[in-house]
């Protein structure tokens, strides 16, 4: 029997699922899978500094908008930082990820220390954030994750043409008169949206896995984009939906856990699927 | 009108001057670049398209990129794209007609139909549902060749049409360059091999970061010329 809790997070999940797995597509395409990670990381000290600056406040240093918007703008700082470093020509880009996703990472652990020492009990659920924690998903974030998915399906549906160009020759359809920049900045911010809505259910580390296991298993399977894309968003949905019903059945697995294990298997599958 | 008219063009890499004060109209026809490894041959492709900065002038047709745009063809070099993009040869030569799509990216029939009339125009018609990933060089050569076709440009740029491809390919190409110059196209090509210059182009742009000379094959392309061009160690 399935409780009325259990169904939240299932619905949350799932909806996570699709919204990530549409837009981990064209990351994967991309090649912006690493950066996306370095996105997840840098969010930390941003959330930290929500919390930080919640306390001072007086407001509730628990309420998850606000340390959601402290995350987006971290991420996009450490999005501009690693573009700034590569821009200098003195690091390669794959450096610059390292050295900005460990650097925000450090702070931001840093950071929850700090908060850790204060009184009321500031930090409770802040260090959720770095390994997820989908289980305490409130009706009100799932119906969040449903629009959030709404709103990604509608863009990449609608950017199609655009993003499939972009993906795979950004020349050729700069010729062409595609605003490649503008193209590349709207991909971009798809990706720090998903990344910043997945961290309370499946936690900074785990959270480009939702972008890039069903996006690669998709590519697997099938010979062309809107196949790919499609199944993609189908196998994040999915991924979603066993992995809450998994950990729901498990007390003590971690949702976002679960969801990355389920896509995982569905990856080695489709990996086996293909060799034989 | 030339379809390509450029004006002191400076290029550079960093301090490094890549192309210096290159002044070259092209003439209509087939037209070949030409120069030693590191000449700056893709360097003024990509200048001319705007793909990398660049200082001067640059006119096609007589008007500017922008204005002219549904106009040129390009061909990049083959290594520049990801070959295990989930794309049939088709959909790639219709991402040429990407400009005139739907907004969800389902062609309408009369594009698809002007795709694989380009498709078969380079011999590709019945490997138009095959996976990219899965065709040979040579192939995929002509699959980006069909994608400029599709284009309908009266100018065309490419970047080694004929590099790395196999002799049947190379005959094949070469004969849809004909045919786009006896149509009234122009096509400015960078090119490698030298004992085949006089055969298939009318016109060539010798290139060694600066213009070495330009003009008919007849009157440009001599043993002198070519040794200025590449120095003394190729002068055969």
Known sequence: MITHNTLVVVLGCAALGVAAGAVGCFALLRGRALLADAMGHAALPGVVAAALLGAWWGTDPRALPPLLIGGAIAGALGLWAVQALSATGRIRQDAAIAVVLASFYALGVVGLSVVQAMPAGAQAGLSHFILGQAATMRAE????????????????????????????????????????????????????????????????????????????????????????????????????????LLSAGHAGWPTGAAVVLVGTAFFVASLMLRRA | MAPLSINHLNVFYGETPALADICWDVAPGLTAIIGPNGAGKSTL???????????????????????????????????????????????????????????????????????????????????????????????????????????????????EPLAAVDAATEREIIKVLQKLATTGRSVVAVHHDLASVPDIFEHALMLNGRVVAAGRVADVFTPAMITTTYGAGLAA
């Open chain 1, 141 to 244: 974030d799932a119906w969040a994750a449903g629009l959030l998915a709404l709103f990604c399906l509608a863009s990449t549906v609608a950017l199609f043409p655009r993003l499939r160009a972009l993906c795979f020759d950004a020349e050729f359809a700069a010729l062409q008169g595609l605003n490649i920049r503008r193209t590349d900045a709207a991909l971009m911010g798809l990706i720090l949206l998903v990344c910043i809505a997945g961290l309370p259910a499946v936690g900074l580390v785990l959270v480009v896995a939702l972008l890039v296991l069903p996006a690669a298993t998709a590519r697997m399977l099938n010979q062309r984009l809107p196949g790919m894309f499609m199944a993609s968003a189908a196998l994040g949905g999915i991924s979603g939906v066993l992995g809450a």
């Open chain 2, 45 to 159: 492709l990509k200048a001319a398209l705007g793909l990398i900065p660049s200082t001067g002038e640059v006119r096609f047709f007589g008007t500017t990129l922008d204005a002219a745009r549904a106009r040129i063809g390009y061909l990049p070099q083959r290594a520049s794209v990801d070959w295990d993009f989930p794309a049939s040869a088709l959909d790639v030569v219709a991402m040429a007609r990407t400009p005139r799509t739907r907004w969800w990216g389902a062609l309408p029939r009369r594009e698809r139909e002007a795709a694989r009339a380009a498709l078969a125009e380079v011999g590709m018609a019945a490997l138009a549902e095959r996976p990219i990933g899965q065709l040979s060089g040579g192939q995929q050569q002509r699959v980006f060749l069909a994608r400029c076709l599709a284009q309908e440009a009266d100018l065309l740029l490419m970047d």
